[in-house]
C-alpha cells in the first residue's frame, strides 16, 4: 500500500466473492494521473477493484486521487510493477484491449463476445485485462504475452477512446455478462402506479369525453367524422390506470359543472 | 458557432446519414468544462456528433478542449441554451439518463433494452439523451419532460459514474445496437398514422390543458396536488401524434369558448 494513499481507505468488508473479484485491470506505462483515478472509478463502478500500473509516469499524484472520485479505495490497494511480466504473475489469462490489429498477436475478439470467456476463466483463477499507454498503445511484445485481442467497437473514422473510457466500457460489459443481462441494481422502488382500469371504467370515460366533446360543440352526432376512434386508439394504446381515469373524468366533470352552473346564471 | 471555438474546426463533409445522427447528446447544467470536453470525445468515438448544452457553468473553456482531444469540432457545433425546454424543441423523443428511481417518472429501462427503440425513434426524428448535473442529476422535472427513463446498471455500493462515462457508456449502446447483428426492431409497437407531435407541441398541449384546468376549477394553483405530473406520465408514455395533438387541443378550445360564450352572454 501507497503512504501516501495510506489514510484515504482500507480494504472493504468481506463479501461474497464473484468472478469480478478475480478480473485485474492492468494499465502499461499510464501517462496521465488523471486517467489513473479515473479507470479506478470506472472500475469501481463496475465492481472491479483490482488495479496494477506498470511503470506509471506519475503514481501516487493528486490528480489521481481527485479523479477517483469515491474510489480512492482502488488506488489504495494498487500494485505498482515495474514490467508487465511481473503483472502477469500468477494469472491465468490475459486479455489485451487494442484496436489495432497485430499479424502474430492472438485472434481479435469484440468485447461483448469476449467476456463471457474472460469471466469462465475467472471463474478458475485470476485474469488480466491489460491496457496501453494512451498515445502508444500496447506494443506487439505486450500483446503476445496475451491469451486473446479484444477490441471495442469504435467510429471508424475518430476511434481515439480515452484510456479511462476504454476501462468503463470493457468493466461494463463483463459486468453485464456477470449477471447475466440483469445484473443487481440500487433498488428499485416499485414504479408509481394505480391499478389499470377496467374495460368498463374505460367506456365510461369514452362515454363522458363524447358527451363533453358533444356539449362544447366540438364534435357533431351528425358528422362525427373519425374524432372518436381517434381518440380510442390514443387511449387504448396507454393502459389506462383507475386513478387516471378519475382524473381525466374529474376534469370532465369540473367542465360540465362550469358549463351548467354558467347556463343556469343565465 | 462560438467564435472561441470557431478556428478548431469546421463541419465534416457530407455522408451517408443515419439514426445516429439523429441522436442529440443533452447535458444539463454541467459544471466541469473537463465533462463537456470529455463527454464530446465519448460521443465522438461512438458516431454521435451533436452536443447540446443547457446553461452549462463555463463554456466555451480551455479544459474543454484539452479534453475533448480530437473530437473539438462536436464542440465547435454544440448548441448552447437557457432551459432543457429549449434543449427539446423539435425533439420528437426524449430520454432521462437517471439512475435514481422517480415516482412519477417514466418507467426505467435498462440502456441495453432501451437502446433500439431509442434508434428506432431516430428513425422519425430529433431524438435527445438528456444527462443531469454531475452532482444534482436530473430533477423530477427535468425527468418528466422525458418520454423514457435510463439507467446503467452499475454497482450498488458505488454507482457513481463520471457524467462522461455515462454518456460513453450510452452511446457505446446505441452504436452497437445501429450497426452491430440485427437491425433495430421496435420493441413497442407504435403505429405512425400522422407524424410525432414535437416536444414544443406537446408542451403547449400540457400549458394549453393547465389554463383549462385551472378555469374549471379543477385545479387550482395553491393546491396543485400532483395532477400535472400524473397527466404528463399518462402522455408521456403514449407518444403522441400531431394529429392527435390537434384533437386534444381542439377539444379545449371548444370548452374555453363555450366557458367565453356563456360568460358573454349573462
Not at 68 to 92: F, H, K, P, R, Y
Not at 107 to 113: D, K, L, N, V
Request: glycine share 6%.
Amino acid at each position: 500500500m501507497n503512504p501516501a494513499l495510506a489514510s484515504l481507505g482500507a480494504r472493504s468488508p468481506h463479501r461474497l466473492v464473484t468472478p469480478l473479484d478475480r478480473v485485474h485491470v492492468v494499465l502499461s506505462h499510464p501517462s496521465h494521473p488523471g486517467n489513473i483515478g479515473a479507470a479506478a472509478r470506472a472500475m469501481k463502478t463496475m465492481g472491479l477493484s483490482h488495479l496494477t500500473l506498470v511503470n506509471p509516469k506519475r503514481f501516487p499524484d493528486d490528480e489521481a486521487i481527485a479523479r477517483a472520485a469515491g474510489a480512492e479505495d482502488v488506488l489504495v490497494q494498487a500494485t505498482v510493477c515495474e514490467s508487465l511480466e511481473l503483472a502477469l504473475s500468477n494469472t491465468i489469462f490475459a486479455v489485451a484491449i487494442s484496436a489495432r490489429h497485430r499479424n502474430l498477436g492472438p485472434e481479435p475478439m469484440q468485447a461483448r463476445q469476449a467476456a463471457p470467456e474472460i469471466l469462465a476463466q475467472a471463474e478458475n483463477g485470476k485474469v488480466a485485462l491489460v491496457f496501453g499507454n494512451e498515445t502508444a498503445g500496447l506494443s506487439n511484445a505486450e500483446v503476445q504475452r496475451c491469451q486473446r485481442t479484444v477490441f471495442i467497437p469504435a467510429n471508424p473514422d475518430y476511434s481515439s477512446l480515452n484510456l479511462a473510457s476504454a476501462v468503463q466500457l470493457i468493466c461494463y460489459e463483463l459486468r453485464l455478462a456477470a449477471f447475466d443481462g440483469s445484473p443487481p441494481v440500487i433498488t428499485k422502488a416499485v414504479p408509481f402506479a394505480s391499478p389499470l382500469a377496467t374495460n368498463d371504467d374505460v367506456e365510461r370515460f369514452y362515454a363522458h369525453l363524447e358527451r363533453v366533446m358533444i356539449d362544447t360543440g366540438f364534435l357533431d352526432p351528425q358528422q362525427p367524422r373519425r374524432l372518436l376512434p381517434k381518440l380510442r386508439r390514443l387511449f387504448g394504446r396507454t393502459e389506462l390506470e383507475r386513478d387516471e381515469i378519475n382524473i381525466l373524468r374529474g376534469i370532465l366533470d369540473a367542465v360540465e359543472k362550469r358549463i351548467d352552473k354558467q347556463g343556469a346564471d343565465r
